[in-house]
């Protein structure tokens, strides 16, 4: 990861507007099986990567992480990853704009 990720993160608030504003057409959604750690240990292991944790709450008793990274090529991606405590897997939404 740290070939491909910059070591810069980008705000909270440009997080939430920018997710709000990045077409639907720009979202990929997958599901990854196999994942035995929880919301904390996933953050800390992004963040160890150059994906920065942006937010993180608890909603309907999963665990959302909201994650940032941009690319050395200046592709902004931005990620939701919901982890259902219990479950072996965690669904990851990325959002990508290009040169932001």
């Known amino acids: 990861m740290h070939v491909l990720c910059g070591r810069r993160g980008d705000g909270k608030a440009?997080?939430?507007?920018?997710?709000?504003d990045i077409p639907a057409q720009n979202e990929v959604q997958t599901t990854i099986a196999n994942v035995d750690h929880s919301g904390d240990t996933v953050a800390q292991k992004l963040t160890n990567?150059?994906?920065f944790t942006i937010a993180k709450r608890n909603v309907e008793g999963q665990d959302m992480l909201y994650q940032s990274m941009?690319?050395?090529n200046g592709i902004w991606c931005l990620a939701e990853l919901k982890?259902?405590?219990?479950?072996?897997?965690?669904?990851?939404?990325?959002?990508?704009?290009s040169q932001l």
Do not use: E
Request: aromatic residues 8%; proline residues 4%; without cysteine.
């Open 70 to 72: 941009r690319l050395t």
């Open 14 to 20: 440009g997080f939430l507007a920018t997710w709000k």
């Open 49 to 51: 990567n150059n994906v």
């Open 83 to 97: 982890i259902q405590p219990g479950s072996n897997a965690v669904t990851v939404s990325i959002l990508a704009m």
